[in-house]
Every structure is written in C-alpha cells, then in structure tokens.
C-alpha cells in the first residue's frame, strides 16, 4: 500500500489588530474596517476553513509601540499596530463559527504566571473540541515590562532560562490528570479517580506552583506548542518544546540551512524531527494573470510609510532610533543588547556591516514594506511553483500573512489552494477534528514531554 504524500501544513498569520503585520494594509481601500467586530474575525475564520488551512494563529505584544521617540503619538497617528486586542477572546469568537480550523493565541511566559496559561489554554481546547495552539515567546521591550510594573526587560538569555522553567510547570500542570480519570459512576457517587489526579508540588529558581490543575486533558491531549525562537538560545529553546517552529527565512539557501539546523537541534535534544513542523512566514500577492499581480503589488507597496518601519524597528529591537543620527554605527555594545536577536543578525548579515546603522536596520530589515521576508507574485501556478520548491527542500509548510484582509485569504483560497490540491501538496479535505490530527501530530499522553526529554 503506497503510503499517503507529504501534504504542506498552512498558518494563517493573523493580528487582532487594525492591520496585519503588514502596518500599510489598514490604508488598503479593500481593506475591512470592523476590526473592532467578531463578524471581522469569523468572516476571515469562515474563509481559511473553507480553504482548509491547519490552523489561524494570532501574533500579540503586550504594548502599544512607543519605543520611537519615547512616544505614543506617531503609532496611534498613523495606526502602527496602535490596536492590540486580548487573542485567545478574538480566537474564541472564530471558533463559534468554526469546526475543524485550528486557532493559536500567543501567550507570554515573562509577563504571566504558569498556572493562569496552563488553566486557560487547556479551558480553550476543551471549550473548542481540541483545535487550540499556545505560542511560547518571551516578550520583547521595555514598553511591555512598564506595563507589568517592571523598570526593564529582561536580558535576552535570562527570559529563555525562565521561558523553560515556565513550560515545565505548564506542561506539568496538564500532566495532573491521566486521561482516564474522570468516572462519572452516578451509581456509585464516584467522579473521578484521585489516583489519577496528582499535586504537580513544583519549586524551582522562578517559579513555585502546587495544583493540581482544575481543568482535565483535552480530545488532543493538550494545546500544540508552538514557538518562533531565531536565536541560538531560542533554537535551543524550540527543539526542547517546540511542535510547530515559525521561521523567518530571507532566502531559500538560507531557509535549507535553518530547516536543517532546526531538525539537527530537535534531533539532539532527544526528540523525533519529524513530529516537528518548520514553517517559514510568506506573504502572497496573488491574481488571475502575472500583470494583475504585479500591479497589485505595487500598489499595495504604497501603501506603506517611512514611519511604519521606524516604529516596528523600535519596538522589536528595544531601541529608540529617533535619537541618533541615520549613518551611525551601532558599538559593540550597543548590539549585545538588542532585545530581537536574530532581526540584528539578519541585518548585520544583509548589510555585509559587522556595527550597522539606523540605516542598514530599515534597508536590510526591510520592516514595514513588503520586503521584510519573501514574498510570492504571479498566478496561482506561479505561487504555487514557488512554494513547492521551498516545501521540497526547506520546510514543511507556510505562515500566510496577509497584505489585506479579508482579500489575502480569499486570494489564497480561490486561486492557490486548488493548484496546490491538484498536485497533491494540499488536502482536500481535513483529517479529523483536532488540530493535532491535521496536522499530523501523534496526541501526547501524560508525561510524554518528560520521557522525550
């Protein structure tokens, strides 16, 4: 019997926000203005699952970006991601209308406590029948730590150290209940099993937690982790827990050398690469004709302002690039503590510049504008043409961000999806119910994560 072939995992890459994580796209005439609405988010929703993408997931920082200039007042003035909305509220008004389509929400493990993340993630999966993922960052900026009563963000490789401490307590309060335990022996009076719920009794360096959890397993075990660590301590951190790694490749090449190392690192923290998904982000500006396309992305390009990148720049970076002159060179120092690691070696990378300036950083970043990663024009044969050459050598599928919403996904479904169909990349229908299952990701028993590890 010939086994089934390699089918591409897609990730809608969402923002509850004013825009996507292209800054311009709010100015796009097309572009829907409701995003304050639960009709916004489920149009989109409705749309990827009749695409059958895997999964929407939802990026989210816990500030509004006012690193530039030490101010609010541009961002809010020129709408740069000036709106963040709570994500796992926005998820769960997708999932109402919503049965197979898989949702993540981005959670942070330096600005919230284990047990809050464990106990509502695992209430979302049950509440959405197994479809939810939690992706694990660290956070960022010091706008977001004055927002949590901090003076500072923590040091890159320390918020890592506690990132792994908190996964451990999260992953061990989901471990409370076996997934058996529940009896519901009316007769008897009996609920449940208390040998099979346990205290997780952790005390570590940041953490003390007790439990047990007051939320049972899940019809996928527990949320798939995901993670986007670019870093070498993030890299280490996502072959230890990561089931679905985003990736930022600039190039092919370099995304073969990523997805290579990516796997190396899984394989020698101890676990399977292949229970693991690689997907780089991609955006796609797609039409009926190769000219259609290219127009379209032009005028999409237009769309975006000098202040987008500045202020995004900002804000990943930790750094307020409104206070020194453009051709300045960053000092040694100065790089060391760029909060975004793997942003300040792309650019020193692009730019050829071991100490690059503000310039270098919004040339060779290319943040805000559509060259901040690859992008995809032509027909739906030419993306699809594309993205079959990545998907044979450097990944295992695509994060889609959108450039206009509704109308990026719409694109992608009415013109790229059935091309990817017909050469057998892409599913026609979903496997199952959770999101596991479409993915192709086994369920986790109990302890699992400790076994592996």
């Given at each position: 019997?010939?086994?089934?072939?390699?089918?591409?995992?897609?990730?809608?890459?969402?923002?509850?926000?004013?825009?996507?994580?292209?800054?311009?796209?709010?100015?796009?005439?097309?572009?829907?203005?409701?995003?304050?609405?639960?009709?916004?988010?489920?149009?989109?929703?409705?749309?990827?699952?009749?695409?059958?993408?895997?999964?929407?997931?939802?990026?989210?920082?816990?500030?509004?970006?006012?690193?530039?200039?030490?101010?609010?007042?541009?961002?809010?003035?020129?709408?740069?991601?000036?709106?963040?909305?709570?994500?796992?509220?926005?998820?769960?008004?997708?999932?109402?209308?919503?049965?197979?389509?898989?949702?993540?929400?981005?959670?942070?493990?330096?600005?919230?406590?284990?047990?809050?993340?464990?106990?509502?993630?695992?209430?979302?999966?049950?509440?959405?029948?197994?479809?939810?993922?939690?992706?694990?960052?660290?956070?960022?900026?010091?706008?977001?730590?004055?927002?949590?009563?901090?003076?500072?963000?923590?040091?890159?490789?320390?918020?890592?150290?506690?990132?792994?401490?908190?996964?451990?307590?999260?992953?061990?309060?989901?471990?409370?209940?076996?997934?058996?335990?529940?009896?519901?022996?009316?007769?008897?009076?009996?609920?449940?099993?208390?040998?099979?719920?346990?205290?997780?009794?952790?005390?570590?360096?940041?953490?003390?937690?007790?439990?047990?959890?007051?939320?049972?397993?899940?019809?996928?075990?527990?949320?798939?982790?995901?993670?986007?660590?670019?870093?070498?301590?993030?890299?280490a951190f996502a072959?230890?827990?990561?089931?679905?790694v985003f990736a930022?490749?600039?190039?092919?090449?370099?995304?073969?050398?990523?997805?290579?190392?990516?796997?190396?690192?899984?394989?020698?923290?101890?676990?399977?690469?292949?229970?693991?998904?690689?997907?780089?982000?991609?955006?796609?500006?797609?039409?009926?004709?190769?000219?259609?396309?290219?127009?379209?992305?032009?005028?999409?390009?237009?769309?975006?302002?000098?202040?987008?990148?500045?202020?995004?720049?900002?804000?990943?970076?930790?750094?307020?690039?409104?206070?020194?002159?453009?051709?300045?060179?960053?000092?040694?120092?100065?790089?060391?503590?760029?909060?975004?690691?793997?942003?300040?070696?792309?650019?020193?990378?692009?730019?050829?510049?071991?100490?690059?300036?503000?310039?270098?950083?919004?040339?060779?970043?290319?943040?805000?504008?559509?060259?901040?990663?690859?992008?995809?024009?032509?027909?739906?044969?030419?993306?699809?043409?594309?993205?079959?050459?990545?998907?044979?050598?450097?990944?295992?599928?695509?994060?889609?961000?959108?450039?206009?919403?509704?109308?990026?996904?719409?694109d992608i479904v009415?013109?790229?999806?059935?091309?990817?169909?017909?050469?057998?990349?892409?599913?026609?229908?979903?496997?199952?119910?959770?999101?596991?299952?479409?993915?192709?990701?086994?369920?986790?028993?109990?302890?699992?994560?400790?076994?592996?590890?």
């Amino acid at each position: 019997m010939q086994s089934n072939p390699r089918q591409m995992t897609l990730i809608a890459f969402m923002q509850a926000q004013n825009c996507t994580n292209y800054a311009g796209s709010w100015r796009h005439p097309s572009s829907m203005t409701d995003y304050l609405s639960p009709e916004y988010y489920q149009r989109v929703a409705r749309t990827l699952e009749e695409g059958k993408f895997d999964m929407a997931f939802f990026d989210d920082r816990l500030a509004m970006p006012d690193i530039y200039g030490n101010s609010h007042r541009d961002t809010v003035k020129y709408g740069v991601r000036a709106i963040k909305l709570e994500p796992t509220s926005v998820l769960m008004a997708m999932a109402m209308v919503t049965s197979k389509l898989g949702l993540g929400a981005t959670y942070s493990t330096t600005y919230y406590e284990p047990f809050h993340v464990a106990r509502l993630f695992a209430t979302l999966d049950l509440m959405t029948k197994g479809r939810v993922a939690w992706n694990v960052v660290t956070s960022m900026n010091d706008s977001e730590a004055a927002n949590f009563g901090k003076s500072e963000h923590l040091e890159h490789d320390l918020r890592y150290d506690r990132a792994d401490e908190f996964m451990e307590v999260v992953m061990g309060h989901w471990d409370t209940w076996q997934d058996d335990a529940i009896v519901a022996d009316k007769i008897e009076g009996i609920f449940a099993d208390p040998d099979k719920v346990r205290r997780l009794d952790h005390e570590g360096q940041f953490f003390k937690s007790r439990g047990p959890l007051s939320v049972p397993r899940s019809a996928q075990g527990h949320p798939v982790i995901l993670q986007a660590g670019q870093s070498g301590r993030g890299l280490a951190f996502a072959s230890r827990w990561a089931e679905l790694v985003f990736a930022k490749y600039p190039t092919l090449e370099n995304g073969r050398k990523q997805y290579r190392a990516l796997k190396d690192g899984i394989a020698s923290a101890g676990r399977d690469p292949a229970s693991v998904r690689i997907a780089p982000e991609l955006k796609i500006i797609v039409a009926e004709t190769e000219s259609q396309a290219k127009e379209k992305r032009d005028f999409i390009a237009s769309m975006s302002r000098p202040i987008d990148g500045l202020t995004m720049i900002g804000e990943t970076l930790n750094i307020d690039f409104s206070t020194r002159p453009y051709d300045q060179p960053f000092t040694d120092e100065e790089l060391a503590a760029v909060s975004w690691q793997s942003l300040r070696d792309k650019v020193i990378q692009v730019s050829g510049k071991k100490n690059p300036s503000v310039r270098d950083f919004v040339e060779a970043s290319g943040r805000g504008t559509l060259n901040d990663g690859p992008c995809f024009v032509g027909t739906g044969k030419q993306v699809a043409d594309q993205m079959e050459e990545w998907f044979k050598t450097a990944c295992d599928g695509f994060v889609l961000s959108g450039t206009t919403v509704p109308g990026t996904y719409e694109d992608i479904v009415r013109l790229v999806i059935p091309e990817l169909q017909k050469r057998g990349l892409f599913r026609k229908e979903y496997a199952g119910s959770t999101l596991r299952e479409n993915v192709g990701l086994a369920r986790p028993r109990a302890g699992d994560w400790r076994r592996s590890a």
